[in-house]
DNA sequence: AGCAAGTGGAGGATTATACTCCGTTTGTGA
DNA sequence: TCACAAACGGAGTATAATCCTCCACTTGCT
């Protein structure tokens, strides 16, 4: 009668289960809130009683997908820390994780989530960021001004559709593509001035780079 | 009875007006979709028979929508290619300025629109928009494979909140700060390999930089 | 083959949203 | 200041979406 996570579950329960977290997980990032179990069921492929069977309630959903999220996450964590040759290049290859792995989502639905915790996977998540940060501020890939708060908010940024009705294929091409762009501006932070004058001035030869991290936005507008 | 837009409106019929407009703008950008008219009425703090006088249908109102945001866009445009001195610099002011107006709600409601257009405004953002990428391109900030459409999502990227329950303050600073990164890495996206040598190793006072457009991203995974 | 485990979805209860209508309030011009 | 058209607010009803249970049917596993 009750649904066991882990060994002792049957094939077609897993997959139902996954469709379902994967289902969720997208929803909660296009809509940004609680998404209605229905369009959550419909979505996954399965029926509306399957997923009451594996989650009585939005809940127990939620904090399934959180798990989920983060465990996949650390994954990616460790396997950026163990195969990359510096720390800039870690740092660089689990941001893009993220995108993958949807880490957004966590902290959107964190609000909904009364006295629900995880305190396992937090920890490691939160761990692990901080050696990534650590590991670029030491091969100086970004510098102090740099934090795992900032982070964890372009992980959101980055993660969410665009909500104008690309295929699945272009949304993440397009993720992609802009996070490194703006990695490649926060990597490149402590030697950027308003833009470095060998861009804006083809003629000039002068590189010396002047160190100062607030740049342009603070002479907009 | 009917309502004119203009010198001949009441002033309070205006500030509603107004107050209806934002808020289904912040709405949608939220969302990612239609919002519920109730939802709008409250969010603007007018009654729902309020809106439904201004807007008899969705379509009325997701309309004018577009057309304000394109409007206030349109003006920022000029405003920056008239202020800037030099292409680069209108260019990024440019996109700052399209957080603030929300432009991006304009291809999240577009599907929505059954044949109702809006040719002017389109024209004239579409013309604006190619001459700040023109500029850009012509003073170097940016190069060639910068597109207008390249453009456009990020625009949408950066208006769109978090959804993470930060107030207004909040989301427009972390909006603006991520799109200077972004901005930084795109302006400096001929002169970069995966990241100049000179920010990963201190030691080395190489500085010569190798064009390769498509960067660390073709190396992930 | 056999059976526990799992699935799907009809259907009734509940809740949210759409929209109208009219009594009350308010800006404005004389 | 007054008068009145213009605009406002929100109660109330119709409609639609969502929630959730229940059970007959299907399927993976030994």
Known sequence: MMLLVGRTMRADALSSRRRLLDAARELILKMGGEPARDAVARRAGVGIGTLYRHFPDQQTLLHAVVVDVLDRTIDAGFAALAESATGGEAFRRYMHATIDTGLGVVNIIHP?????????????????????????????????????????LAAIRFCRPLAIGLDPTDERTIAHRQLDCYLDGLMMRPLTVDRPASLTQATTTDRSLVVRPNRSHSQRQ
């Open 112 to 152: 909904m989530l009364d006295k629900t915790h995880w305190p396992d996977q937090h920890a490691a998540t939160r761990e692990i960021l901080d050696r990534l940060v650590n590991a670029a501020r030491r091969d100086s890939a970004v510098d102090d001004s740099v934090t795992a708060t900032e982070i964890t």
